[in-house]
């Protein structure tokens, strides 16, 4: 959120996937649908659209996951008694409505799962869980193009998302520049993972959703940082950005607090303070970019330490403050947008310059 969040190339292929996933959720929970209903044929229209998704959608059923084919799971939903169904309905739509959440006076956002019994909200889980684990990571992909047009061959994949993600986000055009992370700002490293938003163990419905997925740095993903906390204050988005839907770029401030050798993060606008300390809770950006903060005063103190040094040896003129403030002021003229942790690194520059630490720095070199 620190850096603006696209949706990508491929995004209406995902978003295609939901609706298919939506689709055959509320068919199976339809009176009329039995287990035995669940045939190729009655996947067809007026289930799903094109003949491609339900021939797609037949075969995919028929993968086997934990010793069943999913074809079980949508059987056990289908043979749900009307009561389950209609739980199992109303759940699915809230969810769908996933947009209205961030709209005024939104219904209230579905917390806990359904109330169907436990194998129902297992096979629901597994077979929901299947579109992102069994067919959008694997190479055969999702059955869309990335524009969302039905396809029974070469559909998107884990690896294009990815690929497109990176591609849309890139900072420096050149593919040898390193890539930053949309959340911190800090290096996107080697093995970003695709983060559900939302987490997909609680709500798989929208495991495949376009505005549900994002690229970001392993480090904003795990415990103790984003892990498995909701994004959510109690099933309200009130106070939440999201990155799609109600992005919290341009709203993070970044300030220093120079006796703690710290960096404090609030909104722009008072408007937004609330959603940017539930985003600073949920990433502890505050803290690592602390930590960000003091690594690189650190450095900048050796590399001065260290020219003082080379100095004293070749019996040069020590350095004088004008020139450790040129030094600190050349370093921030050179900081670059494109680069980890820019926001950081500027506001270390700003500190830096401040007479206080100039003069400490000053006297810490006169003393060697
Ligand atoms: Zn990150």
Same mark, same amino acid.
């Given at each position: 959120?620190?850096?603006?969040?696209?949706?990508?190339?491929?995004?209406?292929?995902?978003?295609?996937?939901?609706?298919?996933?939506?689709?055959?959720?509320?068919?199976?929970?339809?009176?009329?649908?039995?287990?035995?209903?669940?045939?190729? !044929?009655?996947?067809?229209?007026?289930?799903?659209?094109?003949?491609?998704?339900?021939?797609?959608?037949?075969?995919?059923?028929?993968?086997?996951?934990?010793?069943?084919?999913?074809?079980?799971?949508?059987?056990?939903?289908?043979?749900?008694?009307?009561? *389950?169904?209609?739980?199992?309905?109303?759940?699915?739509?809230?969810?769908?409505?996933?947009?209205?959440?961030?709209?005024?006076?939104?219904?209230?956002?579905?917390?806990?799962?359904?109330?169907?019994?436990?194998?129902?909200?297992?096979?629901?889980?597994?077979?929901?869980?299947?579109?992102?684990?069994?067919?959008?990571?694997?190479?055969?992909?999702?059955?869309?193009?990335?524009?969302?047009?039905?396809?029974?061959?070469?559909?998107?994949?884990?690896?294009?998302?990815?690929?497109?993600?990176?591609?849309?986000?890139?900072?420096?055009?050149?593919?040898?520049?390193? *890539?930053?992370?949309?959340?911190?700002?800090?290096?996107?490293?080697?093995?970003?993972?695709?983060?559900?938003?939302?987490?997909?163990?609680?709500?798989?419905?929208?495991?495949?959703?376009?505005?549900?997925?994002?690229?970001?740095?392993?480090?904003?993903?795990?415990?103790?940082?984003?892990?498995?906390?909701?994004?959510?204050?109690?099933?309200?988005?009130?106070d939440?950005? !999201?990155?799609?839907?109600?992005?919290?770029?341009?709203t993070?401030r970044?300030?220093?607090?120079?006796?703690?050798?710290?960096?404090?993060?609030s909104a722009t606008t008072p408007a937004d303070q609330v959603k940017v300390e539930n985003?600073?809770?949920?990433?502890?950006?505050?803290?690592?970019?602390?930590?960000?903060?003091?690594?690189?005063?650190?450095?900048?103190?050796?590399?001065?330490?260290?020219?003082?040094?080379?100095?004293?040896?070749?019996?040069?003129?020590?350095?004088?403050?004008?020139?450790?403030?040129? !030094?600190?002021?050349?370093?921030?003229?050179?900081?670059?947008?494109?680069?980890?942790? !820019?926001?950081?690194?500027?506001?270390?520059?700003?500190?830096?310059? *401040?007479?206080?630490?100039?003069?400490?720095?000053?006297?810490?070199?006169?003393?060697?």
């Amino acid at each position: 959120m620190l850096k603006p969040i696209h949706r990508v190339v491929c995004s209406p292929a995902l978003a295609a996937c939901q609706r298919m996933m939506r689709q055959l959720s509320l068919w199976l929970c339809q009176p009329a649908t039995l287990a035995a209903s669940v045939t190729q !044929h009655n996947l067809q229209l007026p289930v799903l659209v094109s003949a491609i998704e339900a021939n797609w959608l037949w075969a995919f059923l028929q993968r086997i996951d934990a010793g069943q084919s999913l074809l079980v799971h949508a059987q056990t939903l289908a043979g749900m008694p009307i009561v *389950e169904k209609v739980a199992l309905s109303t759940w699915v739509q809230a969810v769908s409505a996933l947009t209205a959440q961030f709209q005024p006076a939104a219904a209230p956002w579905p917390v806990s799962a359904p109330a169907v019994s436990p194998p129902a909200w297992k096979a629901f889980k597994a077979l929901m869980e299947a579109f992102y684990e069994k067919a959008f990571k694997s190479t055969g992909g999702l059955p869309y193009l990335a524009d969302g047009t039905p396809t029974d061959t070469s559909g998107v994949t884990y690896a294009d998302y990815v690929k497109a993600f990176r591609d849309a986000h890139r900072l420096n055009p050149d593919p040898n520049g390193r *890539e930053v992370c949309v959340l911190c700002g800090g290096p996107l490293g080697d093995t970003p993972h695709v983060d559900h938003w939302i987490i997909k163990s609680a709500f798989p419905l929208i495991s495949v959703c376009a505005d549900n997925l994002q690229l970001i740095c392993s480090t904003c993903n795990e415990a103790p940082n984003k892990g498995d906390k909701p994004v959510h204050s109690a099933g309200n988005y009130t106070d939440w950005f !999201h990155p799609y839907l109600r992005p919290g770029n341009g709203t993070l401030r970044l300030d220093y607090l120079l006796p703690e050798l710290a960096v404090r993060c609030s909104a722009t606008t008072p408007a937004d303070q609330v959603k940017v300390e539930n985003l600073d809770a949920l990433l502890n950006l505050s803290s690592r970019w602390t930590k960000e903060f003091k690594a690189e005063y650190l450095k900048q103190q050796s590399v001065l330490l260290a020219r003082e040094r080379r100095r004293i040896l070749r019996n040069q003129p020590r350095h004088s403050l004008a020139e450790i403030l040129t !030094h600190v002021q050349q370093w921030q003229d050179d900081l670059l947008p494109s680069e980890p942790h !820019h926001e950081v690194h500027r506001v270390l520059a700003a500190a830096l310059q *401040e007479l206080a630490r100039m003069s400490a720095w000053h006297a810490e070199l006169q003393s060697l």
